[in-house]
Nanobody, 119 residues
Framework: VQLQASGGGLVQAGGSLRLSCKAS????????MNWYRQAPGKQRELVAT???????NYADSVKGRFTISRDNNRDTMDLEMKSLKPEDTAVYYC??????????????WGQGTLVTVSS
């Protein structure tokens, strides 16, 4: 299984970035997909989720600024980030999650991509 995150970089406050996550080795369409982030010295936090049905959920801190999407034909997930703030600076990770038989969970992580927002 491989989740390849890309699109991070340095951007000024108020700017935009688009992160992408390419999945391989999983049946993408049956996995809920997530973006997490981890800022220096802080715990990893859930940023956004998109379910197999396309329902989305966002952390309060990014609502109205970030948009998560997925393309089941290309096995990709994106995170469109607008109006970026310095506090959005973090390593962003994509993650897949599937619940199998007997409620067993299958979770996979990508390697992360760094987003730095300068003030």
């Amino acid at each position: 299984v491989q989740l390849q995150a890309s699109g991070g970089g340095l951007v000024q406050a108020g700017g935009s970035l688009r992160l992408s996550c390419k999945a391989s080795g999983i049946i993408f369409r049956v996995n809920d997909m997530n973006w997490y982030r981890q800022a220096p010295g802080k715990q990893r936090e859930l940023v956004a989720t998109i379910t197999t049905e396309g329902s989305t959920n966002y952390a309060d801190s990014v609502k109205g600024r970030f948009t998560i999407s997925r393309d089941n034909n290309r096995d990709t997930m994106d995170l469109e980030m607008k109006s970026l703030k310095p506090e959005d600076t973090a390593v962003y990770y994509c993650s897949s999650r599937r619940t199998g038989y007997f409620s067993r969970e299958y979770i996979h992580w990508g390697q992360g991509t760094l987003v730095t927002v300068s003030s």
